[in-house]
């Protein structure tokens, strides 16, 4: 096995599947080491052991001697899997994985399904293609595996439609909590080889130096969420682990001080006090304060907004310690998004202790935001939109991919705002907007999920708006928000 190993690293490398230097990647980060796996449908013997095909043709099924010869990537793959659970399908994620998926398929001699990836915001034609019962269990075969969003959306689909999925096979892990994050939601991921152990067959077989694995694995350091094993998975699952534990791991210190303060208040509802008057506003912050974590506010909505504003917001925050976010979703290129941060009007960077930003500029949006914070000493946050709550939003697929990636390319990134538990890392904190006690919409949009099923998701910190704006007992519904979403909290650090 170690020998077919080496050998097929090797012939990756020499069709360019790998490439090292200096590479860009989709979010606007920098790395040493890129890989493109769709040139192996360029290369069919690297995909299937021609022997074995011919032998396979020629021979009948008698032929288990042949597979000790030189064994290609799906053969490799198949021989991965446990299929301990007694698996009946084969999905490939699309597209790279689809053909590897279909030679699996014939050697295995079982069915597989195609998952459409177009069709999926028009919703007319199947999501899934092939033959299949509600409850078989399907394997899921993918190639290079990141953050393992690819494998959880698609693993979705099947799941929506009635099948089951514990475990994915894949060609390589590049050991930036995926692996964790499938573990998570309860998938078991197996790779042929981890960005290291490349990295390793590739110096053994002298095809790169080592100033490039020493590159890479400084690389990896650098974004590096551990895999885990044994006793460590308590001690890394972000679902599990609690607030406490969870603000010694975080490299941003407002998340660290969020995350303690909302093991302390035992809470965790962030109020979304949506309102257009500034009296309005401070009176419910103050109303709200002793329950609440984290104040959110859009002051361009504000009609009567002055200086007084902000002021008298902070010193809210500190009678009753919870900490203030505006929501401003800065979208533009760093230079303007520095200046619309720490100017204008509203000067947000003097006294919002996190921002939201969308991830769409790439990486410029942290630089720029970094930018307008100089001279500022105090903690502060950003919290990357990464999946929006509405009906139709654009957030899919790469996209939430890349923003996830993008998020570990600086300590001022405090959390990721999205609906699913889309990444693993302990340290960042997960807000999730949309939310009511019961599931519904609104008319414009909006999609609301309920306490117990957002916390279970992933959820954090937890937004709550019009839930409480448009009670009529306002402080009973803060109340009852905050020891639902406590509650939840408690079950799930503790299952
Ligand atoms: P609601 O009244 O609970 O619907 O308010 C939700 C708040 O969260 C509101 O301030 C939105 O601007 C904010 N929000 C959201 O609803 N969905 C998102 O995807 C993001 C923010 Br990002």
């Not at 999925?165 to 994050?181: P, T």
């Not at 020493?214 to 682990?241: A, C, F, I, M, W």
């Not at 009609?303 to 504003?309: D, P, V």
């Not at 009906?391 to 991919?401: I, S």
């Amino acid at each position: 096995m170690e020998d077919q190993l080496k050998n097929c690293a090797v012939r990756l490398f020499d069709v360019n599947a790998v490439k090292f230097g200096n590479f860009v990647t989709k979010a606007g980060l920098q790395t040493p080491v890129y890989f493109d796996l769709r040139v192996i449908v360029s290369h069919p013997s690297l995909m299937v052991s021609s022997f074995h095909m011919r032998a396979r043709i020629f021979l009948g099924y008698g032929i288990h001697h042949w597979q000790k010869f030189q064994k290609a990537l799906s053969s490799l793959l198949w021989n991965l899997s446990e299929n301990s659970g007694g698996a009946t399908q084969l999905c490939g994620v699309p597209y790279t994985a689809l053909p590897l998926a279909t030679l699996i398929s014939v050697e295995a001699d079982m069915p597989m399904l195609i998952r459409r990836k177009e069709v999926k915001s028009y919703g007319t034609k199947k999501l899934i293609e092939g033959e299949f019962k509600e409850g078989e269990i399907c394997v899921i075969v993918e190639d290079v595996v990141t953050t393992g969003s690819s494998i959880l959306e698609t693993a979705k689909d099947l799941l929506n439609e009635g099948l089951k999925v514990q475990e994915a096979i894949v060609i390589l892990d590049r050991e930036q909590g995926g692996k964790n994050n499938l573990k998570i939601n309860g998938i078991r991921m197996r790779s042929l080889y981890t960005l290291s152990s490349f990295m390793g067959y590739l110096l053994e077989a002298r095809k790169v130096t080592l100033p490039v694995v020493e590159s890479v694995s400084s690389y990896l350091k650098r974004t590096h969420v551990p895999s885990l094993s044994g006793n460590d998975e308590k001690s890394l699952n972000r679902l599990q682990l609690r607030f406490e534990e969870r603000a010694k791991l975080t490299k941003n210190r407002a998340a660290a001080k969020l995350l303690d303060l909302m093991s302390t208040k035992e809470t965790t509802l962030c109020l979304a006090v949506d309102l257009i008057d500034t009296d309005a506003i401070l009176e419910l912050a103050n109303m709200a304060g002793p329950h609440i974590a984290v104040l959110k506010t859009h002051v361009d909505a504000i009609e009567n907004f002055t200086s007084e504003f902000p002021k008298a917001l902070r010193e809210l925050a500190e009678k009753h310690n919870f900490l203030i976010m505006e929501d401003r979703k800065f979208a533009d290129i760093g230079n303007t998004v520095s200046l619309q941060y720490r100017n204008g009007i509203y000067k947000i960077a003097n006294w919002a202790d996190f921002v939201t930003a969308h991830t769409l500029p790439g990486y410029g949006i942290i630089a720029g935001l970094k930018d307008g914070l100089e001279g500022i000493s105090a903690d502060r946050g950003i919290f990357l939109v990464t999946e929006m709550s509405c009906q139709g939003a654009l957030t899919l697929g790469d996209y939430v991919k890349s923003s996830v990636v993008l998020s570990k390319s600086s300590n001022l990134v405090a959390g990721l705002v999205c609906q699913a538990n889309v990444f693993a890392d302990p340290g960042l904190v997960q807000l999730t907007p949309g939310v009511r006690l019961t599931e519904t919409t609104d008319t414009l949009g909006q999609r609301y999920n309920t306490p117990h099923s957002v916390v279970h998701a992933g959820a954090d910190l937890v937004v709550v708006g019009r839930g409480v704006t448009e009670a009529r007992d306002k402080r009973s519904a803060i109340v009852e928000y905050k020891s639902k979403l406590w509650q939840a909290y408690v079950e799930r650090t503790s299952s």
